[in-house]
T-cell receptor, first 113, second 115 residues
Framework: EAQVTQNPRYLITVTGKKLTVTCSQN?????MSWYRQDPGLGLRQIYY???????DKGDVPEGYKVSRKEKRNFPLILESPSPNQTSLYFC????????????FGSGTRLTVV | AQSVAQPEDQVNVAEGNPLTVKCTYS??????LFWYVQYPNRGLQFLLK??????LVKGSYGFEAEFNKSQTSFHLKKPSALVSDSALYFC?????????????FGSGTRLQVQP
């Protein structure tokens, strides 16, 4: 089944403790992206990647890192999480080309205390 | 810059009645427009998109949307609502003239269909 897989689904952590949220897609998509969803704000893009070893900042990149060493994987790294990063995170992927929409993962609900 | 506005936080409609969820957009060039739906504890699911051609786009689950360039709108519609349509709906836009490839999402509209 074609899908985007995120892990974990739920995570509670403490301020300052480094964490990684994994994202993997099995559709050979070139484009991958991370969004966070907050009430009343919709989805805001954190980082995106056009292909392997090509990443760039989205609208809200502060406090996050990404890497794209393989085409299928696009992990999101929070080196020193803070409470304002408590949110619902989505990974998405798509084929190259502007006319394609995204396939989304099921989401990761992160709570930083 | 590209942006999307969904002016209604919530839309309430009775089952069997037609529904409309509003979306307006702003882009520098020409838009690609999308609607997604999110059910509780799930990721976003693609409903439909406008790329070019016919202004009336038909999508999944009986939904359709009308692209109106003069009003910069892309409202989502369904002739007869079902209780199972109750969910959070997001409109999104991509400006084909920018290099960033990002979809910009609206803040979402919660659709509540009453039995």
């Amino acid at each position: 089944e074609a899908q985007v897989t995120q892990n974990p689904r739920y995570l509670i952590t403490v301020t300052g403790k480094k964490l990684t949220v994994t994202c993997s897609q099995n559709m050979n998509h070139e484009y991958m992206s991370w969004y966070r969803q907050d009430p009343g704000l919709g989805l805001r893009q954190i980082y995106y990647s056009m292909n392997v070893e090509v990443t760039d900042k989205g609208d809200v990149p502060e406090g996050y890192k990404v890497s794209r060493k393989e085409k299928r994987n696009f992990p999101l790294i929070l080196e020193s999480p803070s409470p304002n990063q408590t949110s619902l995170y989505f990974c998405a992927s798509s084929l190259a080309g502007e006319k394609y929409g995204y396939t989304f993962g099921s989401g990761t609900r992160l709570t930083v205390v | 810059a590209q942006s999307v506005a969904q002016p209604e936080d919530q839309v309430n409609v009775a089952e069997g009645n037609p529904l409309t969820v509003k979306c307006t957009y702003s882009v520098s060039g020409n838009p690609y427009l999308f609607w997604y739906v999110q059910y509780p504890n799930r990721g976003l699911q693609f409903l439909l998109k406008y790329i070019t051609g016919d202004n009336l786009v038909k999508g999944s689950y009986g939904f359709e949307a009308e692209f109106n360039k003069s009003q910069t709108s892309f409202h989502l519609k369904k002739p007869s609502a079902l209780v199972s349509d109750s969910a959070l709906y997001f409109c999104a836009v991509r400006d084909i003239w920018t290099g960033r490839r990002a979809l910009t999402f609206g803040s979402g509209t919660r659709l509540q269909v009453q039995p």
